[in-house]
């Protein structure tokens, strides 16, 4: 894998910029309810060094009913900036899972306009793994101005993502597992319906990722956006369940050197609430 600090780094480049000043490192562990995990109780039991606690839950837009909306620009200039991370910092934002949750933040950082941020291949059970250092510390933090400057073509709403469905001017790819995405299963989120955005596509979101939890290469991407029939010269948006596992599909494209490529935000846990919004299953 080639190390690029706008988008994914191994954990060998971690190890070896681990003391740089201007690094900081955040866990953007969160997990679905179903998974039983509490993902702030692991990360005050063990995690880098240094790293902060980045919660997609609190920081998000909480005057949406849709969970963990991108925040309002100030919400997250001042949560970051407790945190100590701001203008100048290269950021790398790892999860428990490899690869799940931190593509979100990756690409919620870039919707603020911060591209000096990557994710960490593989997460921290491949830094576990592999014998690094952890702790449980808490971090030192040191107040750091933060300029944000939102990128609103990064983002979709329901009204542009259902004229995209009709218009066909951008292809949609679901990042859901494919029994949600053909309505086989019910939802894990109540009261919503099955199926798919009419005329989407669906990739899976672990037909990216190796069996470590680390993203495939540039050859193996290629071959799964190939196998669904992604058409590279039209411009991309992505879904998912709630917005999380679908920036993973952003982060990929991004990799191929894609940048045409925007998230619905509402995702699924919105289209699916809506009795006037088609559903196609199958």
């Known amino acids: 894998m080639q190390d690029d600090p706008k988008t994914l780094v191994s954990t060998d480049w971690l190890r070896k910029h681990l003391s740089d000043p201007d690094l900081r490192i955040l866990d953007a562990s969160w997990y679905m309810p179903d998974m039983n995990r509490d993902a702030r109780a692991e990360y005050d039991a063990a995690h880098i060094p240094g790293a902060r606690f980045f919660d997609i839950d609190d920081i998000s837009d909480q005057r949406s009913d849709l969970p963990h909306m991108a925040p309002p620009v100030e919400k997250f200039m001042s949560r970051l900036r407790a945190m ?20 979100r933040v990756w690409w919620l950082f870039r919707l603020m306009g911060k591209t000096d941020v990557a994710v960490l291949d593989g997460g921290f059970p491949k830094w576990q793994a592999e014998g690094h250092p952890i702790e449980d510390l808490p971090p030192v933090i040191k107040d750091r101005h933060m300029t944000v400057q939102r990128q609103a073509h990064l983002v979709k709403d329901v009204t542009q993502v259902a004229a995209a469905s009709k218009l066909g001017d951008y292809t949609i790819v679901d990042a859901r597992a494919a029994d949600r995405f053909r309505g086989a299963v019910p939802e894990p989120r109540p009261n919503l319906r099955a199926g798919h955005i009419p005329n989407s ?4 979101f672990g037909d990216l990722l190796n069996d470590d939890g680390t993203m495939k ?54 289209w699916g609430m809506y009795g006037d919004l088609k559903v196609a299953t199958g």
């Open 84 to 103: 100590g991370v701001g203008d100048g910092h290269q950021v790398v934002i790892y999860d428990g899972m490899g690869l799940f949750s931190a593509a």
């Open 201 to 204: 596509l669906n990739l899976p």
């Open 217 to 270: 290469d540039a050859e193996g991407l290629r071959a799964a956006f190939d196998a669904i029939g992604l058409d590279f010269a039209k411009p991309a948006i992505t879904t998912c369940g709630s917005g999380v596992t679908a920036a993973i599909l952003n982060l990929a494209m991004e990799r191929l050197g894609k940048t045409d490529h925007t998230l619905y935000d509402g995702s699924w846990a919105e």
